[in-house]
């Protein structure tokens, strides 16, 4: 006997809300307000774009933008038909953004009016058949919202399968490429079944969403499963301190995900002592772990936090460290959700003892499919027996709860942002005046961690850390850019070559 399967298609989740409740608000942006009737009619009418445009099941479909509705409405429209989202980081250069456009095959292309220009300098080099302005007519571009409004809905939603791709979020290489993780209908949904689990959420909940979409902490830590909640979201096209504050005072927010660095701003904000945090229930807070210092000023305004580890791959919850446990396990990442397994392994793979180090594997139903068009790289990264190895080293103490340690891949997470060093060394290299150079994080109050050059100069050379950025600034986004330039004699080996990082960041923080 055959048993069905829940449709866990990503736009079905949205359309059968919109059916079930036409008249609650989904989405506040800039004033406006937008109820699930509202959203799944302009989902459909944008499905029906698309589908005319071409786009079939499985093809992709990029938006380049900052947060707006647009983005939300393109992601759903685009699973609706059974294509897939690219969400594309509108802080890459256009050498940078060319590459993953090309990786992916784009084949329609939703873009930011700002961002139009950027896309016109590389446009010939990309292998998208259709090009749409999200938010007005512009030359050469097809105006997405007229042709919106005078579509057709789209009668029904295709059916897609749990492990069918609805998603691919690229992550910075450490090779210097990126890869595009695939995340499929199923994975998103467990995701949201795991947080609901770890901190709730009610229907009546109102959700601050200001990180950047394009982020799976953004996307996919409130945003989508308010959507399947059927509660409301206030999205802010980019963060400013003031707004945020002002926003949770108008809006009666009960939630917020952001970076420690974005909580850390808006508590140095003259607005933050008048702002109205009666409605909160929790903060969250991913990328790094918040200082003490931080968790006791939220904490004197009776605001907790709560706290997760996870990664693009893991879409993105791999552990919670829920407000209960916020001071006796400050520093730990918490435990990992109901539907997620975590273990920690030595170099041959096997399980390490209680309090020792080693690599961080996670393993569940929100580990991705894989990487798109990374064989060698899926089958290094996700074991035959399904485990994700992260790369991140950490340990976990005697009543299981989860601590980082250091990465395996060196990455240095600066205001959220990932920085792979190794993508930023490739550019450092082709200055004329370095002979070689290592990029590590060291830490910073502000950033979390500053992006840190540590370089040798040929003879007689002379480098500014103005003139570093300046060169690099053509080829890398602004927050890969270092912070800080340190010049050494020659940079600290092991006998097979392999620079110490270890050393430099020991030497460099005394």
């Known amino acids: 006997m055959h048993t069905p399967n829940a449709n866990l298609n990503l736009a079905q989740t949205l359309l059968k809300r919109a059916q079930l409740n036409p008249e609650r608000r989904a989405l506040i942006f800039e004033g406006q307000e937008f109820s699930y009737a509202d959203m799944g009619s302009k989902v459909r009418k944008q499905a029906q774009v698309l589908k005319d445009s071409g786009v079939c099941f499985g093809d992709r479909v990029g938006f380049l933008g900052f947060n707006q509705p647009s983005f939300l409405e393109t992601l759903f429209a685009a699973t609706a038909i059974g294509a897939i989202f690219v969400p594309l980081n509108f802080r890459l250069t256009g ?37 749409f302005a999200a938010e007005s007519q512009t030359k050469n571009w097809r105006d997405l919202q007229a042709e919106v409004t005078a579509a057709d809905e789209l009668n029904a ?52 969403i200001v990180a950047p979409l394009f982020h799976i902490g953004g996307l996919n830590v409130i945003t989508l499963q308010s959507f399947a909640m059927g509660s409301a979201i206030v999205l802010m096209r980019n963060f400013e301190p003031g707004a945020v504050l002002q926003a949770f005072t108008d809006y009666k927010i009960t939630h917020m995900f952001g970076a ?104 569940g139903p929100n580990i991705m499919k894989g990487y798109w068009n990374r064989p060698e790289a899926t089958a290094e ?6 485990w994700f190895h992260s790369g991140d080293v950490g340990y976990l103490d005697e009543d299981g709860f989860l601590y980082i340690c250091d990465r395996l891949k060196d990455m240095v997470i600066s205001g959220g942002e990932n920085v792979y060093p190794a993508e930023v060394e490739s550019v450092l290299f082709k200055h004329d005046a370095i002979a070689e150079v290592a990029v590590i994080g060291l830490p910073d109050e502000k ?56 050393k430099l960041k020991e030497e460099l923080t005394g």
């Open 95 to 131: 050498e940078e953004l060319k590459f993953i456009i090309n990786d992916a095959g784009i084949h329609s292309l939703i873009c930011d009016d700002p961002l139009i220009a950027l896309v016109e300098d590389i446009r010939q080099d990309l292998p998208c058949q259709h090009f």
């Open 260 to 363: 420690p660095a974005m909580f850390l701003f808006m508590s140095q904000h003259d607005a933050f002592a008048s702002a109205d945090f009666s409605h909160v229930k929790t903060l969250i807070c991913g990328a790094a772990p918040p200082p003490e210092s931080l968790l006791t000023l939220y904490a004197e305004r009776g605001v907790d936090f709560c706290q997760g580890y996870g990664l693009t791959e893991t879409a993105p919850f791999a552990s919670f460290l829920t407000p209960e446990w916020a001071l006796s396990k400050l520093g730990s990442a918490g435990q990992p959700p109901m539907y997620t397994e975590l273990k920690i392994v030595d170099d041959s793979h096997s399980e390490v003892a209680q309090g020792e180090r080693g690599e961080i594997c996670i393993k």
């Open 157 to 208: 939603t295709v059916e897609t399968q749990d492990h069918d791709v609805a998603l691919i979020m690229y992550t910075s290489g450490t090779t210097g490429l990126p890869k595009g993780a695939m995340l499929t209908h199923g994975n998103i949904a467990w995701n949201n079944i795991n947080s609901s689990l770890a901190f709730g959420g009610s229907r009546d909940d109102i959700s601050l």
């Open 381 to 386: 990264a996700i074991d035959e027996k399904g």
């Open 447 to 502: 950033w979390g961690e500053a992006v840190t050059a540590v370089a040798a100069l040929h003879k007689d050379q002379e480098l500014s850390l103005e003139g570093l950025r300046d060169f690099a600034s053509e080829h890398l986004a602004r927050y890969k850019l270092p912070l800080q330039l340190h010049i050494v004699d020659a940079l600290p080996r092991n006998p097979a070559g392999k620079v110490l990082k270890f």
